[in-house]
């Protein structure tokens, strides 16, 4: 039987975490720009943006991940000829980075949405009533106000991208957890439970920290009323 | 141009709403509303519920659109959207039911905010202003304090003072007490009489008549969208001359 420890030296779990946190932090960073982009979008006074916007988020929450990772490399990939790198690795990654900030992106841009809402009609009747154009009420009034409403459920879409990053499996990042998880118990038939375990309470780790310092912020950035 | 010497005239009404119509769908909410308010004068506006009081208020800095008619603010119709509305906006100072403070602003950011951004006045001056308005309404101690740490009425009192920095023309009321506790209704409403003394043209839709009967220079009464009445408050009150105006006053006054 192999012991925990047996296992950890043969096999760089630490490393396979640094991938998904790598890979979670890239398309974070993309999600995050394309999620702003997409909800200005959405409440823009130009219909025609509204309607491209809405109809990338309803298109991206509604399709599997594991479908646009598997699209990223046979179809962006393969099909296309579109790569980042000669290095199949180095590749496979940015081609994970992307699928995953592309499917992330839609629920960035309805979590900021639902800030949004939070924001009562009336602010920005009051800030229009005293001569405020529309960006100036967006920018002094709205979107502050938006922005500390949507901290719990950005915080939430952070996590879930966390615990998604492991399907960059699909577009054949072979480093990351899930790929390493499968290997391990391969060799290591009578240990799949430790094996398991591992794994899993690695991501407890990562993710409660995650989760409580959203709710903290959550409260402390709350608007009263 | 011919209009603008007509414009320049003497006794002009400050605001003037003529054959203003609107719907929300099948809803009639405005029919044929015809209003002309003079310089310094405070009209107020009463009737029941749905009658379209506020409705109207909020057509007259165009929060809410017409489907037809003509107002016009100091000669100058409303413009349609943009830089011209917002124009017009400042001049014309708005207080709501439910205060609309900035939540994400201190008491004196609230007041300075517009004159800064809209005026371009220098932050120093416009707290000068803030805080004079401020002690005017009886709020100064509270300057750096959030809206939701106040009470109502000193929320109410502060909205009146962020309206009158941008120093308006006239000054619409959309129910201001109405979203209060009884004991701070009249701490609203003797601002709102000082105002009124000191000659500001004020549009107030309110359910209280007593404040209606003191300082009212005239009553409107509207039911199902349209004006019915137009009268001095010892004439609206004492000698209502349609049926409608009679049944809401016998309903409001016999207690």
Known sequence: MSSIHELLTQYDVLGAFAVNIELTVFAGLLATVLGIILVIMRISPISSLRAVAGGYVELFKNMPLTIIMVFMVLGVYAQLKLSFSDNFDVNFFWLAVTGLGLYTAAFVCEALRSGINTVPLGQAEAARALGLGFTQTARQIILPQAFRGSVAPLGNTLIALLKNSTVAAAASVATETSSLMSEMIEFHADAIVTIFLIFAIGYVILIIPIGMITTYLSNKLAVRR | ?255
Do not use: W
């Not at chain 2, 220079?217 to 199902?224: H, L, P, Q, Y």
């Open chain 2, 1 to 255: 141009m011919p209009e603008e010497y007509e414009n320049k005239g003497a006794g002009r009404p400050l605001v003037e709403l003529t054959h203003v119509e609107k719907h929300y769908g099948d809803l009639h909410v405005l029919k044929d509303i015809n209003l002309q308010v003079s310089k310094g004068e405070v009209v107020v506006v009463v009737g029941p519920s749905g009658s379209g009081k506020s409705t109207m208020c909020r057509t007259i800095n165009r929060l809410e659109t017409i489907d037809s008619g003509d107002i016009r603010i100091d000669g100058k119709p409303l413009p349609q959207e943009g830089k011209a509305l917002a124009e017009l906006r400042a001049e014309v100072g708005m207080v709501f039911q439910s205060f609309n403070l900035f939540a994400n602003k201190t008491i004196l950011e609230n007041v300075t905010l517009a004159p800064i951004k809209v005026r371009h006045m220098d932050k120093k001056k416009a707290e000068d202003l803030a805080m004079e308005l401020l002690a005017r309404v009886g709020v100064d101690s509270q300057a750096q304090k959030m809206p939701a740490q106040l009470s109502g009425g000193q929320q109410q009192r502060v909205a009146i003072a962020r309206a009158l920095a941008m120093q308006p023309k006239v000054m619409l009321f959309d129910e201001p007490t109405s979203a209060l506790d009884p004991e701070m209704v009249n701490e609203v409403l003797d601002v709102m009489t000082e105002l009124a003394h000191e000659g500001m043209t004020m549009i107030c839709v309110t359910h209280e008549m007593g404040f209606a009967r003191r300082v009212a220079d005239r009553i409107v009464f509207m039911a199902d969208g349209h004006i019915l009445e137009q009268a001095t408050p010892a004439q609206f009150f004492e000698h209502p001359q349609t049926d409608r105006a009679r049944d809401f006053l016998s309903k409001i006054l016999t207690h």
